[in-house]
């Protein structure tokens, strides 16, 4: 069982740290990229393969169906299938309020989550509300077995007397949970993924000196009864992995961490204490083929960004690959797996921003560049009349159920995209 889920990634296992990774600057199935135009606005705001097309929806300050303006920073998301409705819940990166919606955590905070409904049949977008209010700087997170989503703070801020750097719950057919889940720990929280043979959540730390954590429930499937936190150690001291290229570590070990919610920064010095390994800004995470997947983005021997891959059942970890410059891979972000198992990298480097694939035999490809630019005109939305091409993407997650749609977000102006085509002809 264990052998035939490593057929994955055995290609991109088996390279050595001095083999050069394959880069395409396009291809893997697909071709291409060419302007394609939005079937909302008329503008040509992304480049894709031919065959694609796209449709945009919840841009900044359009007018939800609960007559709140939407909020801008769009950041990471899930997609949950009901029936003949997709339902995504979507994060917004703000720092202070007011809240943009209720329930609220704190009412002087503006980050949180709107939730955005789709009909995957039609093509076409059909409402939108605010879900969880009064948190902040809600970067990444990751969907749950059961249907929800955590939504993650990358912040370690006390605003207006309440402490913020924990992890929320959010239904994905309506509200929120305000309450955190504090033993899920404090710190710069980026995403989680989960493990569903036994409900645990492996959380990501977005700092320079980062640990990567696993949060063991007390009941699996209810986070709010509490648990145990741990964080990742290689071997027998702490290590540190962040100028390492392609390479397996063997199987690792998780040390507890006793004071999950302190008052000062030092979860990941307490995990390091005990010996757990040092990453380089961890940022995306996602579970797919079995595995785990968490990416850094400026780790690596060229630090341009990390894939490690986790197997939960053994423990085994390594390092699946390495950008060996900017023009490869710059600076990767969110992620997600698709339904035919290969990785889709979110980038929020410099310059032009692409979405790129990673296949199963360790191509890295760009399946869409952020062309949005807006100086021409805005097709009547109330956002900056501004280039915007140099702007991050984020919150990249497949349709669960037939995997022919793809959304992601712009976070500047801040715009949301549904993606569909051809996707059996290559590795995405």
Not at 229 to 255: C, F, H, N, P, Q
Request: with cysteine; charged share 20%.
């Amino acid at each position: 069982m264990a052998a035939a889920a490593s057929v994955p990634f055995q290609a991109l296992a088996a390279r050595t740290a001095a083999a050069e990774p394959v880069k395409l600057e396009f291809d893997a199935g697909y071709g291409p990229l060419h302007p394609a135009k939005d079937q909302a606005t008329g503008l040509e705001l992304l480049h894709l393969p031919r065959g694609f097309e796209y449709i945009s929806y919840g841009w900044t300050n359009d007018l939800m169906d609960d007559g709140v303006r939407t909020p801008g920073s769009h950041d990471g998301m899930a997609a949950f299938r009901y029936g003949d409705r997709l339902h995504l819940v979507r994060n917004h990166e703000r720092g202070a309020g007011p809240a943009f919606a209720a329930p609220a955590y704190n009412p002087e905070a503006g980050g949180g989550t709107t939730t955005l409904v789709f009909d995957p049949d039609a093509g076409q977008w059909l409402e939108s509300y605010g879900s969880l209010g009064g948190t902040m700087r809600n970067c990444a997170g990751g969907p749950t077995p059961w249907n929800t989503w955590l939504t993650c703070e990358e912040t370690f801020s006390t605003t207006a007397g309440k402490r913020h750097g924990y992890i929320f719950e959010v239904a994905s057919r309506g509200k929120g949970n305000p309450e955190p889940y504090k033993a899920m720990g404090r710190f710069n929280h980026e995403a989680i993924a989960i493990d569903p043979a036994t409900g645990y959540v492996y959380e990501t730390e977005d700092r320079g000196d980062a640990s990567l954590y696993r949060f063991v429930p007390a009941v699996p499937g209810d986070l709010s009864k509490g648990g145990r936190l741990e964080a990742l150690r290689i071997g027998s001291t702490t290590y540190d992995t962040r100028l390492d290229g392609e390479k397996a570590y063997g199987s690792v070990s998780w040390v507890p961490v006793d004071d999950v919610d302190p008052a000062a920064d030092t979860v990941r010095l307490q995990a390091q204490a005990g010996g757990a390994a040092v990453f380089s800004r961890l940022e995306g995470a996602w579970y797919g083929n079995d595995r785990i997947y968490v990416i850094t983005t400026d780790g690596g021997p060229a630090r341009q960004g990390q894939v490690f891959e986790l197997d939960p059942a053994t423990d085994e970890f390594r390092v699946l690959f390495a950008s060996p410059g900017a023009e490869v891979l710059n600076a990767p972000d969110n992620m997600c797996v698709s339904p035919r198992g290969g990785l889709v990298l979110c980038e929020d480097g410099s310059g032009t921003e692409y979405v790129h694939g990673l296949t199963t035999d360790g191509e890295i490809f760009r399946f869409a560049t952020n062309t949005v630019d807006l100086r021409g005109g805005t097709a009547g939305k109330n956002v900056p009349a501004a280039d915007h091409r140099g702007s991050e993407w984020a919150g990249s997650v497949f349709e669960p159920k037939n995997g022919n749609w793809l959304f992601v977000n712009i976070q500047t102006p801040g715009i949301t995209f549904a993606i569909t085509g051809p996707w059996t002809q290559g590795a995405l």
